[in-house]
């Protein structure tokens, strides 16, 4: 199975920019599909974006269209969550996720997931 790491969460006023990263280890990852997920205080964890190995196919949550953009980098095997124009209410705890098959939107489709990291807006 794969494993994954989270960092580069932190500390930012609105209006600024982060960008996470997901670094992947163990197994494969040609047939993978990547996902990004956050839960804030009180929330059920949500699906921010995706992005497959093979193709770099990208999907959006329409709260961050236009704001965030998901990459990766193969030879790395890490995947990366830019993050401009920041929000308040994007205040939360941001996941890396991963799972043998097509790309989802659905938490519960994914089987491998990081620890998490976590992402303070300001006002």
């Known amino acids: 199975q794969v494993q994954l790491v989270e960092s580069g969460g932190g500390l930012v006023q609105a209006g600024g920019s982060l960008r996470l990263s997901c670094a992947a280890s163990g197994g494969t990852f040609g047939n993978y599909a990547m996902g990004w997920f956050r839960q804030g205080p009180g929330k059920e964890r949500e699906f921010v974006a995706s992005i497959t190995w093979s193709s770099s196919s990208t999907y959006y949550a329409d709260s961050v269209k236009g704001r965030f953009t998901i990459s990766r980098d193969n030879a790395k095997r890490t995947v990366y969550l830019q993050m401009n124009s920041l929000k308040p209410e994007d205040t939360a705890v941001y996941y890396c996720?991963?799972?043998?098959?097509?790309?989802?939107?659905?938490?519960?489709?994914?089987?491998?997931w990081g620890q998490g990291t976590q992402v303070t807006v300001s006002s």
């Open positions: 996720a991963a799972r043998y098959g097509p790309p989802s939107t659905v938490v519960g489709n994914f089987d491998s």
